[in-house]
């Protein structure tokens, strides 16, 4: 019997960058079991150059990646959404849609790489951070049992995965 297909959102302010980058993340580790889309509440309707840059040395295909309005996601044709997360502390903080199917939403905040100040080199280093964190989260949910578990249970551990510290207690935040 085939495992079923989850659809996961991750919603930013602007979609150019942490949510774009998890998207891309949870759709190569969580492939078969997961699809995940990304929006924003209000897109900048690019998709910030590092992210782009960060993606192609990490082997993605980031032909089809567009910033887009979480409108998208209300539509009647949109996919079934069974888990929204935030990955940005301000849209995280906005009042956010209803969406249909009552989906688990958790909030998995990171620092948002575009306002990082520094020289090229260091930006780059900056993205490439912040992806390992959204990664890291990532494959904590895609290893969760989540139809043995019960909808608190899962809830919990939803919430938990948000609150692990990214990186460890020897790097620094920047």
């Known amino acids: 019997m085939a495992e079923r297909l989850y659809h996961v959102l991750f919603l930013c302010t602007g979609n150019s960058a942490r949510s774009i980058m998890a998207e891309c993340a949870l759709n190569r580790w969580g492939r078969g079991r997961f699809r995940a889309y990304s929006a924003g509440s209000h897109p900048t309707g690019i998709v ?24 998208e996601f209300l539509r009647p044709d ?7 997360f935030t ?13 249909p199917g009552r989906p688990l939403t958790a909030h998995w905040g990171v620092e948002d790489p575009v306002l990082f100040q520094g020289a090229e080199e260091e930006k780059r280093r900056y993205f490439m951070k912040i992806y390992t964190y959204l990664e890291n989260r990532v494959k904590l949910f895609v290893s969760l049992p989540i139809a043995s578990l019960d909808r608190l249970a899962l809830q919990q551990r939803l919430d938990e995965i948000g609150k692990t510290v990214p990186g460890t207690s020897n790097e620094s935040r920047e």
Request: with cysteine; glycine share 2%.
């Open 78 to 84: 949109a996919p079934p959404l069974d888990f929204v």
């Open 48 to 71: 910030h150059p590092l992210t782009l840059e960060t993606l192609r040395r990490l082997n993605y295909d980031v032909s089809g990646l567009r910033s887009k309005s979480w409108d």
């Open 87 to 99: 990955v940005c502390d301000r849209a995280a903080r906005e009042v956010c849609p209803v969406w």
